[in-house]
């Protein structure tokens, strides 16, 4: 019978879209954009079996999501770099969590690619 007890666990939200008031272009100050919002959050070692399957002893998804939806949309930002800083900034603020790796894409800003930053912060 194998005694690992602990693993290292990642929390992971991928292809989150929505409209956020982002970028400098005329078109995009007078109107949100899609982006696309991937996230990995480390939450370093953790046992394999939570104490007691209760959601509030553990880093909640829910809660995740609504924090990068708030974040990317609480008020105009022209700088895709300065949004994603100031996402990251967020979410390594989570109880539990070691380093975030953000990416955002812009997906309407060019008809023939997609725009994206990505960022690596914290322990990974």
């Not at 690992?4 to 949100?32: M, V």
């Not at 209760?54 to 895709?80: G, W």
């Amino acid at each position: 019978m194998s005694s690992i007890s602990h693993g290292h666990q990642t929390l992971t939200l991928q292809g989150l879209r929505f409209d956020a008031n982002l970028g400098i272009l005329e078109q995009e100050k007078r109107a949100p954009q899609p982006i696309l919002v991937d996230a990995e959050l480390n939450l370093g070692s953790q046992p394999l079996l939570p104490q007691d399957d209760d959601i509030f002893h553990v880093l909640d998804y829910r809660k995740v999501r609504r924090i990068i939806i708030d974040e990317c949309t609480a008020e105009h930002v022209n700088l895709l770099e300065s949004l994603i800083g100031k996402l990251a900034q967020r979410l390594l603020q989570l109880p539990g969590v070691r380093g975030v790796r953000v990416k955002i894409a812009k997906l309407e800003i060019f008809d023939d690619c997609e725009v994206a930053i990505r960022i690596e912060a914290g322990e990974w």
